[in-house]
């Protein structure tokens, strides 16, 4: 059943990719959103991961202490969602009517497609060095790649987010993320 849940994780990925590309072709058919349509596609992007996460809560299970103490996994997620949809309205109003500054030119789509390509490997590694190291390392290669050189800042930022999502998730959530099977026995 969890290789069935998994497929169907990335049949709902392709179709929210696919509904991108038709959105694409939506804002450049109309002339009010044809110079922002880089702006709205990130916007629109960012709606549904959130709601690609909004479902995913629906397979989080819930133990009865949780339940009873009125904040379970599925609290955060949903709360976030919620509020994402008056920071998306708000950030559609802007584009629309305030600022109505076209695009600027993007020459970058290498590195763009290298990094949700790297995105992609850091997610398939999850299951094989675990969750911490993965989005550690992912982190630190983006901000080498980005040209950031500050020594501190390259340790200090993938760290400070390896403690943030321990303590947000372990502790509080009590949502485990993965070890990695390199790393299940001595963390468990």
Do not use: H
Not at 79 to 92: K, N
Not at 162 to 169: A, P, S
């Amino acid at each position: 059943m969890n290789k069935l849940a998994n497929l169907s994780y990335w049949w709902i990925l392709g179709g929210l990719t696919l509904l991108l590309v038709g959105l694409y072709f939506l804002f450049n058919s109309m002339e009010r959103t044809k110079p922002v349509k880089g702006q709205l596609l990130c916007l629109c992007g960012m709606d549904l991961i959130t709601l690609l996460f909004y479902l995913l809560t629906f397979s989080l299970r819930v133990s009865k202490i949780a339940a009873e103490a009125g904040a379970t996994p599925r609290t955060m997620p949903r709360l976030w969602a919620f509020l994402m949809v008056f920071v998306s309205a708000g950030a559609a109003y802007a584009i629309l009517k305030s600022s109505r500054k076209p695009d600027e030119k993007f020459d970058r789509w290498v590195f763009a497609l290298l990094v949700g390509a790297g995105s992609i490997f850091s997610v398939i590694m999850f299951n094989i060095i675990g969750y911490y190291l993965s989005s550690a390392i992912f982190i630190l290669v983006v901000m080498l790649a980005m040209g950031e050189r500050n020594r501190l800042q390259l340790v200090l930022v993938p760290l400070a987010w390896c403690v943030f999502t321990y303590f947000v998730f372990y502790k509080l959530l009590y949502i485990s993320l993965p070890f990695g099977s390199l790393f299940t026995g001595l963390f468990r």
